[in-house]
């Protein structure tokens, strides 16, 4: 068995080799246009050799390609690598060998590397939500054109409905601002057609699948942030508890101690920016139906403002989600306790 440390980039990869020792054997560079260089080099190896890859954000498909060679591929933490493994010289060779030596040593830090099923699902979702966006995106630049024009709008709940399309295909505008709205009105027209068609894919998912299911007892948790959540969890027994999965999103305030003084600060950033975001959009909605998160969104809004009190919501609508997935239970809506004593 050989310990591989892989220095990816876009066009190639730096590969350094060690032996059980810790020996140097090799270094090898691979350029990814040449894919059968590198199937040949993999398959050249012992059988269970270990290879070291840092999160990048593209190193997924070289993951997949090594481990199907029988390649065992554990992804490394690239802020805690960073930590321990700082240096004042930094080539590729450099972070190869380095990368190497953790894995060799059992002190790589790992990061999770997400089945390719889930990956697929997330990369799938992840588009769902850049349709919306992009729609909301295309509604504004109308608005925003109407306004520049000084055009009202009729009084119509919703701009882009039956009535208020009739009322923006009838304007009679300039050459210029007509083939702008036009264009942006067509651009519209394309994105709902996508949406609806994923929108039946969506909920074949929900079908068959128990888990979202039960997401969707929450309230404020619907279709599509019912995938979202599962997909960016991933695998719920990563998790120990509710806490470590709070910690995942981001959603923890961070902490700051020295001898007896202890701060609490803002919530970290390198948390999954995606289950942060369905937790948040989750929040709003949950606050107004269940009257118990209602009462401790309302109280933590007195002390620290509207928008802590609903990351600190959304904080605990992710416990909430825990509690469902590991008990397999369907939630259930609590009284506040002053409810509770009215009804008794």
């Known amino acids: 068995m050989v310990y591989i440390?892989?220095?990816?980039?876009?066009?190639?990869?730096?590969?350094?080799?060690?032996?059980?020792?810790?020996?140097l054997v090799e270094e090898k560079k691979f350029y990814h246009s040449d894919p059968d260089a590198l199937r040949e080099y993999f398959t050249s190896l012992p059988p269970d050799s270990k290879m070291a890859i840092e999160a990048s954000g593209f190193e997924s498909w070289l993951a997949d390609f090594a481990q199907e060679l029988g390649i065992r591929v554990t992804l490394s933490h690239p802020l805690k690598t960073r930590a321990i493994a700082e240096a004042k010289i930094k080539t590729d060779k450099v972070d190869a060998r380095t990368l190497a030596k953790l894995l060799q040593t059992d002190f790589l830090p790992s990061a999770y590397l997400a089945p390719p099923e889930i990956r697929r699902r997330r990369y799938f979702l992840r588009f769902r939500l850049c349709l919306n966006r992009y729609r909301s995106?295309?509604?504004?630049?109308v608005h925003s054109l109407l306004h520049h024009l000084?055009?009202?709008?009729?009084?119509?709940?919703?701009?882009?409905?039956?009535r208020g399309r009739q009322f923006l295909d009838?304007?009679?505008?300039?050459e210029g601002y007509r083939e702008a709205l036009h264009g942006?009105?067509?651009?519209?027209?394309?994105?709902?057609?996508?949406?609806?068609?994923?929108?039946k894919r969506l909920a074949a998912y929900v079908k068959e699948s128990p888990d979202a299911q039960l997401l969707q007892t929450i309230p404020g948790?619907?279709?599509?942030?019912?995938?979202?959540?599962?997909?960016e969890i991933g695998t719920l027994s990563r998790f120990n508890s509710?806490?470590?999965?709070c910690s995942y999103a981001g959603v923890v305030p961070s902490l700051h101690q020295s001898g007896q003084t202890l701060y609490h600060g803002p919530c970290p950033q390198q948390g999954n920016k995606f289950l942060r975001w369905a937790l948040v959009e989750v929040a709003h909605t949950a606050v107004r139906k269940d009257p118990l998160l209602k009462a401790f969104y309302d109280r933590i809004k007195r002390k620290k403002g509207s928008q802590k009190a609903i990351v600190a919501a959304a904080r605990k609508m992710l416990v909430i989600v825990f509690q469902v997935l590991s008990k397999q239970e369907p939630y259930r809506y609590s009284l506040c306790p002053r409810q509770a004593r009215v009804r008794a």
């Open 137 to 141: 995106s295309l509604k504004n630049r």
């Open 221 to 231: 948790v619907g279709v599509l942030l019912a995938q979202v959540i599962l997909a």
């Open 170 to 174: 009838s304007l009679d505008l300039e």
């Open 150 to 162: 000084g055009i009202q709008a009729p009084a119509v709940t919703d701009l882009f409905g039956v």
């Open 184 to 199: 942006y009105l067509a651009l519209l027209d394309m994105t709902e057609d996508r949406v609806n068609c994923l929108k």
């Open 242 to 245: 509710a806490g470590k999965l």
């Open 5 to 23: 440390g892989c220095d990816q980039h876009k066009q190639f990869c730096q590969l350094a080799v060690l032996n059980e020792s810790g020996t």
